[in-house]
């Protein structure tokens, strides 16, 4: 496969990894909306971001090991899957859920968006080639950046016109599309 094609079917790639990075952020948002709606408290909504942030800080000291055992295509998949997956329990059961179980749901959350970004940074080279390796993180970064604002933007929107369940659904989308 030439450079050219193979950046071409990157686009791709890249396309998906803005959806998914969407979710995150719209998510991020949502969520933390959500826990305060649940608690009322500013303390549980900050211990809630907190614990999604650390539980992304040690995935990412184990998504190495990982990413170099494993193929990595699959991790992504599977990373968005269970992402998608664990925003749709919100929605089959949310008159039910406890604060433990978004607990939970962060640190999955955490968990497999830095397995997926781990992965998908590694694979650069190989899928783009060597000396296409900065355009490629170029792309990336604009399509996640462009994400992190519409994210991040939408969330509030979305859950104040349409609520959490069409929030959480939308995000769940977004990572099965990514998958």
Not at 15 to 44: P, R
Not at 92 to 119: D, K, M, R
Not at 121 to 140: C, H, K, T, W, Y
Request: hydrophobic share 50%; glycine share 10%.
């Amino acid at each position: 496969m030439t450079n050219k094609s193979a950046f071409y079917y990157f686009y791709f790639l890249v396309a998906g990894y803005a959806i998914s990075s969407f979710g995150s952020f719209l998510n991020m948002v949502a969520l933390s909306l959500f826990v305060y709606h649940l608690s009322g408290s500013a303390l549980q909504t900050g211990l809630y971001m907190t614990l999604r942030l650390v539980a992304s800080f040690f995935g990412g000291l184990a998504a190495g090991n990982l990413v170099a055992r494993y193929p990595r295509k699959p991790l992504m998949i599977v990373s968005d899957v269970t992402q998608g997956l664990g925003l749709l329990v919100l929605l089959v059961v949310p008159s039910t859920i406890q604060l433990e179980t978004l607990y939970v749901l962060s640190v999955v959350l955490g968990l497999c968006s830095t397995l997926s970004g781990v992965a998908l940074r590694s694979s650069i080279p190989e899928i783009v080639g060597q000396d296409q390796r900065v355009r490629a993180n170029g792309l990336l970064v604009t399509g996640r950046s462009f994400a992190t604002v519409l994210g991040f933007a939408s969330a509030g929107m979305i859950v104040a016109w349409s609520g959490y369940e069409t929030a959480f659904l939308i995000d769940a989308i977004t990572f099965f599309i990514s998958a």
